[in-house]
């Protein structure tokens, strides 16, 4: 009787479970001659699966196959699964490695506890025997690295410095209507031509007229004037 292969696409995720207990996730790179290129979540080269191979931890239910679906997901969302792990920054994919472990140790333990509650902290415990050793010295050497990179960059007074000599160097243009432009403006405003611009009064602003005085003047009684 003749197998017929299960079908899978680019971008599908399968858990496959070993005879160790322990489970994987792969996703989909591409399908071969005879089976699929399947690339391992933790980072590790990517490996090709046969057809049989598949078939037998599907029909053992040790192979869980989730379909990657983007249309039933946010823009957003799907932006982030079409990045590649090498994309993410050390810290990010350091931390998605850790709940990985911590979620795989759950997944393994589930069989073994009588509530999820008792497995998940069975995982805890377990996931952190066996790393915190290593974790605490990465941490270490994360926060020593950041410690580095935040010495390097320029404080306020560096700032400040540099600002100062940019500005003697580079003197800047006050904008037009700045205090700083306003006698250059002038020279520049056309004037009367009947206008002494040597004379302070031509500056002055014009007399108002004096209309409420003549009216009532007793010399203008009349309304006429002398």
Not at 83 to 91: G, I, N
Not at 198 to 221: D, N, Y
């Amino acid at each position: 009787m003749t197998v017929v292969p299960l079908k899978f696409r680019p971008g599908d995720t399968l858990a496959i479970r070993d005879a160790a207990g322990e489970t994987a996730l792969w996703g989909v790179v591409e399908p071969k001659r005879g089976g699929y290129l399947l690339k391992p979540y933790d980072g590790s080269d990517p490996r090709t699966w046969s057809d049989d191979d598949l078939d037998d931890a599907y029909g053992s239910r040790q192979l869980t196959h989730f379909p990657y679906d983007p249309r039933s997901l946010p823009k957003s969302l799907v932006e982030i699964l079409d990045k590649t792990w090498e994309y993410w920054p050390k810290e990010v994919r350091r931390e998605a490695e850790r709940r990985l472990a911590y979620v795989s140790m759950a997944d393994t333990l589930l069989s073994t506890h009588p509530t999820k509650l008792q497995a998940f902290e069975a995982a805890a415990e377990a996931v952190h025997a066996a790393h915190h050793e290593m974790w605490k010295i990465e941490d270490q050497e994360f926060a020593a690295k950041r410690a580095g990179e935040e010495a390097a960059l320029p404080t306020e007074t560096d700032l400040g410095h540099r600002r100062s000599r940019r500005t003697a160097s580079h003197p800047q243009t006050a904008p037009p209507n700045h205090p700083a432009m306003v006698p250059a403006l002038e020279q520049l405003r056309p004037r009367h031509p009947f206008a002494d611009s040597s004379s302070a009064s031509a500056r002055q602003p014009e007399a108002r007229p004096a209309i409420c005085f003549q009216r009532h003047h007793p010399l203008h009684a009349d309304g006429r004037g002398g």
